[in-house]
């Protein structure tokens, strides 16, 4: 029996996380009208208790392509306001939807929301703890681009602490045998021991850096993330760690691997610089269109559609 929610990377085996892949790709080279068959008569719910662009309307516009009617959830003018609890309103909306897609700022949210919900629950980013819908679109990009998920040479540079997508990443990696793990962070926004430990206890090959130069002659795939401001618990750290990485053409050109991608979940503040947009590095834009059949293929899993 396929398992009904997706709540973190580690809820997927190997196997299943390349399945999702292929059908990622199945529906991307889909007609539309076939596509907008699959979800019909279905509705999915977006609660969404923290801001996003990506996640949210490529989670809608997915279910829409498929047919689906989409019932979102507004954090603001919903009874949460008058004290309604996060399980009650879960319950409410599991009682009205066919998919809860569930972003919050606590850890563990979409997980707790799991125990009341009939359901299938998506893990649209807890806290600082996991976004698996981001790592299967950041693994659909890498495999479109490089061919393969495997023996890569990955950097992941700036919060590596509170960075929900990389500690997603970074679990999914280990089934892919990287060649080697670059972690460029200052100190303070390090990675968590716990993933330090689980890389270990699977013989990975990584360093842990604080300068991205020393490493960015051998990476293949260069994974930027924000400093992100609303995770800090004190602001003055923030101000004293912001734009502490930032790329930009000047100081990357010839200095990296003719082929290395550049990739950030998005958004992006200051640490990628505009005027590489539109080079053959730049993947992020086309990553965060990744989402729309990625995201497609992990609704029809939780709902046990196959994709044909
Ligand atoms: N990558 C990502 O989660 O973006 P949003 O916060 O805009 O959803």
Do not use: W
């Not at 309103?89 to 707790?112: C, F, K, Q, W």
């Amino acid at each position: 029996m396929i398992a009904r929610n997706i709540i973190s990377i580690d809820d997927l085996t190997k196997d299943e996380i390349l399945e999702i892949l292929d059908n990622a790709k199945k529906l991307d080279l889909m007609e539309d009208e076939k596509k907008s068959e699959y979800l019909k008569n279905k509705i999915v719910s977006t609660m969404f208790f923290e801001a996003s662009t990506r996640t949210k309307l490529s989670f809608e516009s997915a279910a829409q392509k498929l047919g689906a009617q989409i019932l979102p959830f507004d954090s603001i003018a919903s009874s949460l306001s008058k004290g309604e609890s996060f399980l009650d309103t879960v319950r409410m909306l599991e009682s009205y939807a066919d998919i809860l897609v569930i972003r919050h700022p606590n850890d563990g949210a979409a997980r707790l929301a799991t125990e009341v919900s009939n359901k299938p629950v998506l893990n649209a980013g807890d806290g600082a703890n996991q976004h698996p819908s981001q790592t299967l679109l950041d693994l659909y990009t890498i495999k479109e681009e490089k061919a393969t998920l495997e023996n890569l040479t990955i950097a992941f540079v700036g919060d590596l602490k509170y960075g929900r997508t990389v500690h997603s990443l970074t679990k999914a990696i280990i089934h892919f045998n990287p060649k080697k793990i670059y972690f460029v962070s200052p100190e303070l926004l390090k990675l968590p021991n716990d993933l330090l430990d689980e890389l270990d206890s699977n013989n990975i090959n990584y360093d842990i850096l604080d300068d991205y130069r020393e490493c960015l002659h051998e990476v293949d795939v260069f994974y930027m993330t924000r400093i992100q401001k609303e995770r800090f618990p004190d602001i003055e750290d923030y101000e004293k760690l912001r734009g502490i990485y930032v790329i930009n053409k000047e100081n990357i050109e010839g200095k990296t691997k003719e082929d290395m991608i550049i990739m950030h979940p998005l958004p992006r503040v200051d640490e990628i610089s505009t005027d590489l947009d539109n080079t053959k590095h730049a993947l992020y834009f086309k990553q965060a269109k990744n989402g729309i059949p990625v995201r497609q293929a992990m609704m029809l899993r939780v709902l046990n559609m196959e994709v044909k």
